[in-house]
C-alpha cells in the first residue's frame, strides 16, 4: 500500500529564489513511481515530473526537479528561480501495482 | 476528444436530490479514479477501477455515493439525498494499466457540486 505525506500545508518564496517541497512516502510495493502535480487557481491538474523507484538519476524537467531519496524514502520537489505563475497547489502521488495515491499537498505562495 | 472528459462542468442542485456525475476517460486508459477535493482542501480519494477488477470502493465516504464503469470506459458517480457537505469539485483522473507505473494519472477539468 502506498502512503504519501506532505507535511507542508503552506509555503512562501521569493520570486527568483529556488524552493523545496517535501514529500515522504511508505510502500511496500519493489516497484513504484512518484509523481508531482501542479494546481492553479484554475483548477486544472498539471504533470510536472516523474521519478522511478529504480532511476538512478534525479528526474528534472526544466524548472522542476525531484531530489529522490530512497533510503529515506523521501521525493522533495525543486524548483528553481520561482516565478510568479509557480504560485500553486503542489501535490506529491506515488504509484505501485495498485492505485496512484496522492498526498494532501502544499501551496506555494511566490511574492515578487 | 484526447484528454478526460467530464460532464456537467457545473452542477447545482437542491439538498436531498441525486445527482450524476460523468466521466469520458482517455481511450484505453483501463484505470479510472474518481477524488473530491473541497474548496482550497487536497484530493479525497473515492474510488478505483482497474480493467475489470473489482473496484476499490474504500474511499465513499457513506453509502449514499456509488459509481459504476460501464464497458469499462465511461463512469458515472452518483450521490443519493444530497447534503450540503456533498459540495465540491469531483475530478476524475484515467491511467493505462496498472502494469505501467511509469505513467501519471491525467485529470479532468472536474465537476463542481454545489448543494443549496
Known amino acids: 500500500a502506498q502512503k504519501i505525506t506532505q507535511t507542508q500545508p503552506g509555503m512562501f518564496v521569493q520570486e527568483k529564489e529556488a524552493v523545496t517541497l517535501d514529500c515522504t512516502y511508505d510502500?511496500?510495493?519493489?516497484?513504484?513511481?512518484l509523481f508531482w502535480y501542479k494546481q492553479p487557481s484554475s483548477g486544472e491538474m498539471i504533470f510536472l515530473i516523474y521519478q522511478g523507484s529504480y532511476d538512478e538519476q534525479n528526474a528534472t524537467e526544466g524548472r522542476y526537479s525531484l531530489n529522490f531519496q530512497k533510503a529515506r524514502k523521501s521525493a522533495n520537489l525543486v524548483i528553481s528561480a520561482s516565478q510568479l505563475g509557480d504560485s500553486a497547489m503542489y501535490f506529491c502521488?506515488?504509484?505501485?501495482?495498485?492505485?496512484?495515491?496522492f498526498g494532501i499537498g502544499t501551496k506555494l505562495q511566490v511574492i515578487p | 476528444g484526447a484528454g478526460v472528459s467530464q460532464s456537467p462542468s457545473n452542477k447545482v442542485t437542491e439538498k436531498g436530490k441525486d445527482v450524476e456525475l460523468r466521466c469520458d476517460p482517455i481511450s484505453g486508459h483501463t484505470a479510472l479514479y474518481w477524488y473530491r477535493q473541497s474548496l482550497g482542501q487536497g484530493l479525497e480519494f473515492l474510488i478505483y477501477f482497474q480493467g475489470n477488477s473489482a473496484p476499490d470502493k474504500s474511499g465513499l465516504p457513506s453509502d449514499r455515493f456509488s459509481a459504476e464503469r460501464t464497458g469499462g470506459s465511461v463512469s458515472t458517480l452518483t450521490i443519493q439525498r444530497t447534503q450540503q457537505e456533498d459540495s465540491a469539485v469531483y475530478l476524475c483522473a484515467s491511467s493505462p494499466g496498472s502494469s505501467l507505473m511509469n505513467t501519471e494519472a491525467f485529470f479532468g477539468q472536474g465537476t463542481r457540486l454545489t448543494v443549496v
Open positions: 510502500t511496500s510495493d519493489q516497484s513504484y513511481g
Open positions: 502521488a506515488g504509484r505501485g501495482y495498485q492505485k496512484v495515491t
